[in-house]
């Protein structure tokens, strides 16, 4: 996927939205912040180009970890070390975001904090990274059909772009 590309959608989303528009990939068993643009009210989180979190909270690892090969996600959820419960919740909560689609979070990372992610895949179906936008519990709620709905419109075209430059 061409940076450039992913720069110029995150920009587009980021402006649509008015909220925080990121790119981030899986890093071991984190998920790493490739390129973030923010809107105009800023947003204090845990994601900003450069920063990871573990592979296992909030919208985005959760969208990178429910698309990752069997192997992988039973790798890094051995790394993990959650308990038998933890696991079994972590898990199922995978199958719903698989089913769904995308992954959807409220306060998972950072308090306060709503994220929706959409995965996103280079030509041969592999998952690449994934789209997140993220904003501010209190404003996400009211917005939260067109928030979702915008972050997938980005993510289709950048699914579309990586089938068709293959």
């Avoid at 071991?28 to 912040?33: E, F, I, K, M, V």
């Avoid at 998972?108 to 998952?127: E, K, T």
Wanted: hydrophobic letters at 40%; charged letters at 20%.
């Amino acid at each position: 996927m061409v940076k450039s590309r992913i720069r110029s959608q995150l920009q587009q989303l980021s402006n649509e939205t008015e909220e925080l528009a990121a790119y981030l990939v899986v890093s071991g068993n984190r998920a790493l912040c490739l390129e973030a643009i923010e809107g105009p009210q800023l947003l204090r989180c845990s994601y900003s180009a450069g920063r990871s979190q573990p592979l296992h909270r909030g919208a985005s690892a959760m969208a990178l970890l429910a698309n990752v090969t069997s192997d992988e996600q039973k790798d890094i959820i051995a790394d993990l070390a959650l308990d038998r419960e933890q696991s079994a919740a972590l898990e199922h909560e995978l199958r719903q975001v698989s089913a769904r689609g995308f992954a959807l979070s409220q306060g998972a990372v950072d308090s306060g904090v709503w994220g929706v992610s959409f995965p996103i895949f280079d030509a041969a179906g592999r998952l690449s990274g994934t789209l997140s936008t993220m904003a501010p519990s209190a404003r996400a709620i009211r917005n939260e059909k067109r928030l979702i709905a915008s972050t997938e419109a980005v993510a289709l075209i950048l699914n579309e772009s990586a089938k068709e430059n293959s």
